[in-house]
């Protein structure tokens, strides 16, 4: 792994900023590099993956219907969208992260975001829709209900490891 460390920092100005790399290799996906900035000064934090080989345009559907499904291994790259109709779309941009997890990370990752999204929300509408999507989470992940993850990916570096995920080009 190569750190360098005391950079500046293009959110609070300070040289407090870390960049890591260290590569990897991942099975059933290859060699990559894991990139990282953090500053200790403001907190400010991003993560990324970067493949070592290109690969072609790809698109994954999984289907969560028990809770074994939530320990199926998935990375996915900082250009890739996921969906989970009904619940949310996590769109690429400048604050797009790579991340390698398994299912039940997702989902808890999207459980924050609702939750943020909900934090001190005024409109009764958009508070009662939020609470109805975390109680689904939940129910996804005590193995009461199925849930449908989509991950698209125009660089073809995510993946989800799984028989039952279906792979398909985009």
């Known amino acids: 792994m190569s750190e360098i460390k005391g950079e500046m920092c293009h959110f609070c ?3 407090k900023l870390s960049l890591r790399e260290e590569d990897i290799n991942i099975p059933y996906f290859g060699k990559v590099f894991v990139l990282t900035m953090e500053c200790l000064g403001c907190g400010y934090r991003k993560a990324d993956v970067e493949p070592a080989e290109k690969k072609e345009p790809c698109k994954y559907v999984f289907e969560v219907t028990c809770e074994a499904d939530l320990s199926v291994k998935l990375v996915k790259s900082g250009d890739a969208t996921v969906k989970i109709p009904h619940i949310i779309t996590i769109e690429p941009g400048p604050a797009s992260e790579g991340f ?6 997702l989902l808890e990752r999207v459980r924050k975001m609702v939750e943020s999204s909900i934090d001190g929300e005024e409109d009764d509408t958009i508070k009662k829709k939020g609470k109805t999507m975390l109680k689904k989470l939940t129910n996804v992940m005590l193995g009461r209900e199925s849930l449908k993850i989509i991950i698209e990916d125009p660089t073809g ?5 799984s028989d039952k995920a279906v792979k398909s080009k985009i």
């Open 100 to 105: 390698v997890t398994n299912v039940e990370g």
């Open 13 to 15: 100005g300070e040289k």
């Open 157 to 161: 570096h995510s993946v989800v490891v």
